[in-house]
């Protein structure tokens, strides 16, 4: 759902959310164990402002590049040297039988999450109840509160998938929904983070 509009083509709903994948991100690189350990100077591969923003803002030294393809051009342009590290979804890379590649999983202290990363939604016509009912069955309410939460805030902000603005939303150890919010310069020079 990381990508999906936070605007529904009218008549649309989202009654359904399955349960959430791990929300992280992960860090691939032959060379370092994290990106701490990068040289400065070296150069990270992604096409992602929220995830360029937060690197630049931990590791200034650090070098961003757009880095596009799917996740298998950009394992192959990786191994290739075209860049020293990436950064993928954890999600998508354990959907894809690829988790293998991965160097370390990123906290989501370090590396604070696309909206709705790692959910998948269900829509459906608002007017079909039939549907809706179906859809409650496989409804998961803790991702689809999480994922409303998260979206309201970059709707709130009038953000997309194209913007520095990242959001987790979370149930935290008394039981309580908590909600990180970030949003950033694309340089990663002004970064604003709160949690409440």
Partial sequence: MKDVPT???SGTILPCNLPREDVRDVFICPTAGSLAELQAGSIVGSASLRRQSQILYRY??????????????RLRKLKEGEVHATLLAFAGLKRLGMIQHVTCLLSTDEMLPAIA????????RSNDDKMAGYLAALNHEETRLAVSCERAFLETLDGSCRTPIAGYAFRDKDGFCSFRGLIASPDGT???CREV
């Fill in 117 to 124: 990363q790692g959910a998948i939604g269900i829509a459906c």
């Fill in 190 to 192: 002004r970064v604003l």
């Fill in 60 to 73: 200034p030294s650090l070098k961003v590049i757009n880095f596009r393809g799917n996740v298998q051009t």
């Fill in 7 to 9: 605007y529904l083509p």
